[in-house]
């Protein structure tokens, strides 16, 4: 199989096959709503990590990272659509800010173990023990996405290190 070509049939199934979110601009626009039950709105970006979180002034990825992401989030959200996903889109910032800090383009078919242990510290430096578990389940179901599908077929595999918080009541 070809990574490239399997990225490049991934990437036109999401865009031009599936719907969700084709009401808000689908892949022209870097920024999706989901609106959970209760009414409330849980918001998509498809951008850089920054410290403080604005879902209306961002950096968005660069391509071609930005249509894998987009093919990404659509694809699981057409599945079943989660109000947790903005661990899912952490997780592609985290790889992105990764990619980013060993010089290499802003490509997913660059990921590889290198990229995904810098992806495992940027986790560890940036956020909670809770958010470290939720992000890094995240990051696992991103490589083994990616090893299914042939993308990166010889991506190692990386197993969420981070320990479940317990629940303690105040």
Not at 66 to 91: C, D, M, P
Not at 156 to 165: A, H, L, T
Request: with cysteine; net charge negative.
């Amino acid at each position: 199989d070809d990574p490239e070509q399997n990225l490049a049939e991934f990437v036109t199934y999401c865009r031009d096959t599936l719907a969700l979110y084709e009401d808000q601009g689908g892949f022209s626009v870097n920024l999706w709503l989901y609106k959970d039950a209760n009414g409330r709105s849980h918001a998509m970006r498809f951008a850089q990590y920054s410290e403080k979180t604005d879902p209306y002034n961002f950096t968005p990825f660069l391509e071609p990272y930005l249509s894998f992401a987009k093919a990404y989030v659509r694809f699981h959200q057409e599945q079943q659509q989660k109000t947790s996903i903005g661990n899912k889109t952490s997780a592609l910032a985290t790889v992105y800010d990764a990619l980013e800090h060993l010089e290499r383009s802003p490509d997913i078919l660059d990921v590889d173990g290198a990229v995904i242990g810098k992806s495992a510290e940027l986790i560890r430096e940036r956020n909670s023990a809770a958010r470290c578990y939720q992000i890094g389940n995240e990051l696992e179901l991103l490589c083994n996405f990616l090893r299914q599908k042939v993308i990166c077929p010889s991506l190692p595999i990386w197993n969420n290190p981070y320990p479940r918080q317990r629940y303690r009541a105040q």
